[in-house]
Each structure stands twice: as structure tokens, then as C-alpha cells.
């Protein structure tokens, strides 16, 4: 059976790999996406969809849902192949020097080039480790937030101090009744304008203090114990949902075991997105290299460096021509 060989493959359907695809169509290499789940969009319309995104050049603001929809229908200006609920598990290549890509459904995927734009790979919030916490998800006990409008008028508790807990703090701070922040920590990691902007609202921001305890009445969650972190002082917080950003539980997979540098977790790449093994790249959050941007506007410019430099690896004799996408003429007609 002749099998269907692709110019490039790019492993992972969020917004960079989205991207990507676009940038791979307009060199005019035939590409395929593989998404483990089961839609395109990847975490931030999993996790954010809702989630005001400001760091992009030219969008002063955009949810995270409306910039996923934008970029699958950017990616898909030039038709590429796209497979979903497939996780890609082993990598072989073959003497004609293209790899042989096998998923976890036994399905094979023949191409010239790999770009990994898996973010860290599977992500599951770190879950509460308290009594009964599990009794209370997806009620009252959240680890992101979908729909901004299910708090409206409510008493929420967000646990965390990273730029998810503030940014979701700010976001409900006008929609819910009352918004109440707590931090292990005095000082916050998250962007500092951000932090700024909570500092300066009516969130009630407390600092050092932990979750030790959550109150139940008539089988619903009601309030929780804080504890002030390096003393005994606690209090009760009075609550209808409580928003638990700790952090993720990170897994790329077997693509950890491929046989690639890396570092932390994530893999080394050059300043062309290469890895250490020729006709692999990587870009997005698991790529690591000095002065990583780690910000989706960084991931838009990695995967056109990845795909410039993959058409380099394919067609070693030919000239790379300078490439725009600027033109009087749109791609496509609405």
C-alpha cells in the first residue's frame, strides 16, 4: 500500500501550531496536524476560553475562544490534514530518511519533517488536597473558569498566586459580589501591571495564607479555613465557589523519550527551533532556549523560523525566497 508522505507534521492543534499551519501552507508544504484532543485550540480553549488575552500585536484584547476560532480558520486557508484524538507515541526513521510517526490508536503517519508544538504535553490542574475536595468539583470547587457569568453575584475564593489566579481575579472582581485572593506567599509571580491592578480594587487580597479546611452545609460547600501561613492566626472565609489555580501536573509523553536534549522538561533547540536531531523541531512552551519568550507573540515567531528552516531540511539545494504574507487580494472569500 503506497503510503502518503507529508512535507511536515506538526504535533500539537493549539494557537502556535495553529499558526504554524498557516505559515507551513504558504510555503506551500503539505501539512498535517495531530491533536490529542479531540478539537483544535489546545489549553487556552480548554482553560481560557473566556480569558481577555492583550499580548499580541495589533489585538488590543481578545478572548481566548474568539483567537482560537480566528487561528483554526487562519490555519486551515490551505487545507491542511488534520487528526484528532491521536497522541503520537513513537518515532522511527526510515532509511529514505522520512519518519514514521505511530499514534496511540496504531495509525501511522508518514513525514519529512516533525515541528512539536505540544505546549508542556497533557496538563492536569495539581488537584486540592484537602478532605472532600473531590465531593465538590465542578459544583463549587473550580480549576478554571469557562463562563464568567456563572459567578455573577457570587462569593468567590481563588487560591494562588500566579498570573491565572490574578487575571482571574481582576476578571471577576466587576461580576461577582465579592472576590477574596489568597497566597502561600507575600509576593506574587504574576505580570506586574496586573498584580497592580488587583492591589488597587475591591479584591480582598491576603497574604501569606493558606486553605486548610473546607465547610459543608447541607451538603454544599459553604466556607473554608485559612490559615495564615508561619503563625496559627485562621479564618473563615464564607464562599459559593472557590477557583484553585496550584499549578499543573506537566507529561509531554513519549516524546520525552525520543532522544532529544533537554532540559527542565522541556527540549533544547538552536536559534532555527532545531533540535538535536536533524528534521525535528520544536517551538511554543516546550521549546527552551536563551532569551525564550514566553508568550503566545514569541510562539507566532518560532513556528515560521521552524517552518523556514524544515523546508531548508527537505530541499537542501533550493534557494529559500523571502516569503510575505502582505497582498491586495484576500486568500480566501467570506
Keep these: 500500500m503506497k503510503m502518503e508522505i507529508y512535507d511536515v507534521t506538526i504535533i500539537g492543534g493549539g494557537p502556535v501550531g495553529l499558526f504554524t499551519a498557516f505559515y507551513s501552507g504558504m510555503r506551500e508544504m503539505k501539512t498535517k496536524i495531530i491533536e490529542y484532543l479531540p478539537y483544535l485550540g489546545g489549553k487556552v480553549s480548554y482553560f481560557y476560553p473566556e480569558k481577555i488575552i492583550r499580548d499580541i500585536g495589533g489585538l488590543p484584547q481578545l478572548s481566548g475562544?474568539?483567537?482560537?476560532?480566528?487561528?483554526?480558520?487562519?490555519?486551515?486557508?490551505?487545507?491542511?490534514?488534520?487528526?484528532?484524538?491521536?497522541?503520537?507515541?513513537?518515532?522511527?526513521?526510515?532509511?529514505?530518511?522520512?519518519?514514521?510517526?505511530?499514534?496511540?490508536?496504531?495509525?501511522?503517519?508518514?513525514?519529512?519533517?516533525?515541528?512539536?508544538?505540544t505546549g508542556f504535553g497533557t496538563l492536569k490542574s495539581v488537584k486540592l488536597n484537602l478532605p472532600n475536595a473531590e465531593k465538590f468539583e465542578e459544583n463549587s470547587i473550580h480549576?478554571?473558569?469557562?463562563?464568567?457569568?456563572?459567578?455573577?453575584?457570587?462569593?468567590?475564593?481563588?487560591?494562588?498566586?500566579?498570573?491565572?489566579?490574578?487575571?482571574?481575579?481582576?476578571?471577576?472582581?466587576?461580576?461577582?459580589?465579592?472576590?477574596?485572593?489568597?497566597?502561600?506567599?507575600?509576593?506574587?509571580?504574576?505580570?506586574?501591571?496586573?498584580?497592580?491592578k488587583m492591589m488597587q480594587s475591591s479584591v480582598d487580597v491576603l497574604t501569606p495564607y493558606e486553605l486548610t479546611e473546607l465547610k459543608e452545609e447541607n451538603g454544599q460547600l459553604s466556607g473554608a479555613i485559612i490559615k495564615e501561613v508561619g503563625t496559627d492566626l485562621q479564618k473563615e472565609i464564607e464562599l459559593d465557589n472557590l477557583i484553585v489555580n496550584h499549578g499543573f501536573h506537566i507529561n509531554l509523553g513519549p516524546i520525552a523519550e525520543w532522544g532529544m536534549h533537554m532540559k527542565d522538561g522541556t527540549i533544547l533547540v538552536d536559534d532555527s527551533m532545531s533540535t538535536s536531531i536533524p528534521g525535528i523541531f520544536a517551538i511554543g512552551d516546550i521549546a527552551n532556549y536563551t532569551n525564550k519568550l514566553g508568550l503566545i507573540a514569541g510562539g507566532f515567531n518560532e513556528g515560521p523560523i521552524a517552518i523556514n528552516r524544515a523546508k531548508q531540511y527537505i530541499s537542501p539545494t533550493e534557494e529559500l525566497a523571502?516569503?510575505?504574507?502582505?497582498?491586495?487580494?484576500?486568500?480566501?472569500k467570506d
Excluded: C
Design 65 to 117: 475562544e474568539k483567537l482560537t476560532d480566528n487561528l483554526t480558520r487562519q490555519a486551515m486557508t490551505f487545507e491542511p490534514t488534520v487528526v484528532l484524538n491521536e497522541q503520537v507515541m513513537h518515532l522511527e526513521k526510515l532509511e529514505d530518511g522520512t519518519f514514521r510517526l505511530t499514534s496511540n490508536t496504531g495509525a501511522k503517519h508518514y513525514t519529512k519533517s516533525i515541528i512539536l508544538a
Design 143 to 196: 480549576y478554571a473558569i469557562k463562563r464568567l457569568s456563572n459567578y455573577k453575584g457570587k462569593h468567590v475564593l481563588i487560591s494562588g498566586g500566579g498570573n491565572s489566579a490574578v487575571d482571574w481575579a481582576n476578571e471577576l472582581e466587576p461580576i461577582a459580589e465579592k472576590v477574596t485572593l489568597i497566597y502561600r506567599k507575600s509576593a506574587f509571580s504574576g505580570i506586574e501591571s496586573n498584580i497592580t
Design 322 to 332: 523571502h516569503l510575505f504574507s502582505t497582498n491586495f487580494e484576500a486568500f480566501t
